[in-house]
């Protein structure tokens, strides 16, 4: 059976009138007068009366017209249970992150997901902290993973991770023989650092710790990456500052990266979501990713 030529049969026994039935359906009224006759031709009897000004349902017609509509309505249930079930087995999350996260998200918090949600199918986005911000507020992310992130009532956060700091070096630099440099020391030296608009309240603590040094923060360069920031440190442009997990991720042979000894307060990675948020996935999720950066090997989990 052709459902077409079922709901077509419908709406013109809805309307008694070709031209409206093709307007309800948004069809033309040949391919709905078509689709009749087809019905009409696999049942073997006319189900329609057709006048100039008047169209009317036949015997066969007003026969056909209750269990037809009772078939339809069975299948359009069925049809809109399945889209039902078929939502529920792909709860997509979708989730803000910066790159250096992507792979161990990817490898070690999407299978612990999946045994706490089997039906969350979890989606990365790799964006900066500002952007990440924007699409949660904007409900176009269910979580996000970033660096000291505005806050306020419309978001509840946990800190995952505190973030350290330090110096990129050339590999013959004094201060690389050093374990730990103190930021007044590469404070005399020129600084290269990651621009303010990408994170303004990660750039303005950094910028308040170097001030209580007495040394202002004046960079003589801003780049994003610490690929980047290496290659302004062996074109011998100045000293680099990047996070710790920056430098574990993306070493460059030929620079030192020596822990700076002050810790700046708050420059902390934050797992983010709306107060709001109702995804049956996001507490497993939370859940999930809390213990990981607790127990993963290479970063530096709260409290350590």
């Not at 994170?199 to 170097?210: H, Q, S, T």
């Not at 710790?244 to 991720?249: P, V």
């Not at 020596?258 to 307060?265: D, G, T």
Request: glycine residues 8%; neutral net charge; proline residues 8%.
């Amino acid at each position: 059976m052709d459902i077409r030529r079922l709901e077509c049969f419908l709406a013109v026994a809805d309307h008694l009138h070709f031209g409206r039935a093709a307007d309800a359906l948004s069809l033309a009224q040949s391919t709905v007068s078509q689709a009749v006759r087809g019905l009409e031709r696999d049942l073997g009897a006319p189900l329609f009366e057709r006048h100039t000004r008047r169209v009317r349902l036949t015997v066969v017609g007003q026969a056909f017209l209750p269990e037809a509509r009772a078939a339809y309505d069975a299948l359009a249930a069925a049809y809109e249970r399945a889209q039902a079930l078929a939502r529920e087995q792909t709860e997509e999350l979708v989730v803000g992150c910066p790159p250096e996260l992507g792979q161990m998200l990817v490898s070690r918090a999407v299978p612990a997901l999946r045994r706490l949600s089997p039906t969350a199918v979890p989606t990365f986005r790799q964006l900066p902290t500002l952007r990440q911000m924007e699409l949660l507020r904007d409900r176009r992310l269910h979580a996000a993973l970033c660096w000291t992130p505005e806050l306020d009532d419309t978001f509840a956060s946990t800190v995952v991770q505190h973030g350290r700091l330090v110096a990129v070096l050339p590999d013959r630099h004094p201060l690389g023989r050093e374990a730990e440099v103190p930021l007044g020391a590469i404070a005399d030296e020129p600084l290269i650092g990651w621009p303010r608009e990408i994170n303004p309240k990660l750039y303005d603590r950094f910028a308040e710790a170097l001030r209580r040094t007495g040394r202002p923060l004046a960079p003589a360069g801003t780049v994003v990456g610490g690929d980047n920031v290496a290659a302004r440190v062996l074109a011998g442009f100045g000293v680099g500052i990047v996070f710790e997990h920056q430098a574990r991720r993306e070493p460059v042979p030929g620079v030192r990266y020596v822990p700076i000894a002050e810790a700046v307060p708050g420059l902390d990675r934050h797992l983010v979501w709306r107060v709001d948020e109702r995804h049956p996935a996001l507490p497993g999720f939370v859940r999930v990713v809390t213990a990981l950066f607790a127990e993963t090997d290479g970063l530096r989990p709260v409290g350590a």
